[in-house]
């Protein structure tokens, strides 16, 4: 079965510090692996997506992934958090046996201090 | 020029009540999807259409019916609401049913029942 697991429910930055949030993902195929972004009473919004092309993945924003085989993980980054970064991340896997049914991690809250 | 879009945003109801959500898409995508959000933020797929066909039904209480009229719309019919069915009830679509295609978002739904 094709599933996610966000490990921090919770992550806490300062302005200007790097970002980490960690994704493991379990996949029996070749997965496609997404991180999309809610803030506050929003819809979601694509950061960005793997899809067994380079490994290293950038998104909007200043975020990027890297997709580790061997860990089986797909870790979002970035170098510098804003203010407006503060919001709930979604680590995605694509289930490709099951017509692109997405299944979602639990999501983690990103705090951005000033 | 909205790519998904829902109505209504808003949607307080008694138990017991009938209601509906509709969900357009002008992206020309093949496949609409419904999800539910909960009030810790899980994120499970519900149902999923390909052309107007029902692909994906999770296990969801046959008081929630899907009807699609057309590739660009798919509505969520819900009978005898109940309390446990507040949520923030969100749409998307994708060009089709591969894995590697990102999801695209409506707004959400948010469902409040008293």
């Known amino acids: 079965a094709q599933s996610v697991t966000q490990l921090d429910s919770h992550v806490s930055v300062s302005e200007g510090t790097p970002v980490l949030l960690r994704c493991n993902y379990s996949s029996s195929y070749s997965p496609s692996l997404f991180w999309y972004v809610q803030h506050p009473n929003k819809g979601l919004q694509l950061l960005l997506k793997y899809t067994s092309a380079a490994t290293l993945v950038k998104g909007i924003n200043g975020f990027e992934a890297e997709f580790k085989k061997s860990e089986t993980s797909f870790h979002l980054t970035k170098p510098s958090a804003h203010m407006s970064d503060a919001a709930e991340y979604f680590c995605?896997?694509?289930?490709?046996?099951?017509?692109?049914?997405?299944?979602f991690g639990a999501g983690t809250r990103l705090t951005v201090k000033p | 020029d909205t790519a998904v879009s829902q109505t209504p945003k808003y949607l307080v109801t008694q138990m017991g009540n009938d209601k509906s959500i509709k969900c357009e898409q002008n992206?020309?995508?093949?496949?609409m999807y419904w999800y539910k959000q909960d009030s810790k933020k899980f994120l499970k797929i519900m149902f999923s259409?390909?052309?107007?066909?029902?692909?994906i039904n999770e296990t969801v209480p046959n008081r929630f019916s899907p009807k699609s009229p057309d590739k660009a719309h798919l509505n969520l019919h819900i009978n005898s609401l109940e309390l446990g069915d507040s949520a923030v009830y969100f749409c998307?679509?994708?060009?089709?049913?591969?894995?590697?295609?990102?999801?695209?978002f409506g707004p959400g739904t948010r469902l409040t029942v008293t």
């Open positions: 992206l020309g995508h093949d496949t």
């Open positions: 998307a679509s994708s060009p089709n049913t591969r894995g590697s295609y990102e999801q695209y």
């Open positions: 259409y390909n052309n107007k066909e029902l692909i």
């Open positions: 995605v896997v694509s289930v490709l046996a099951h017509n692109n049914d997405m299944r």
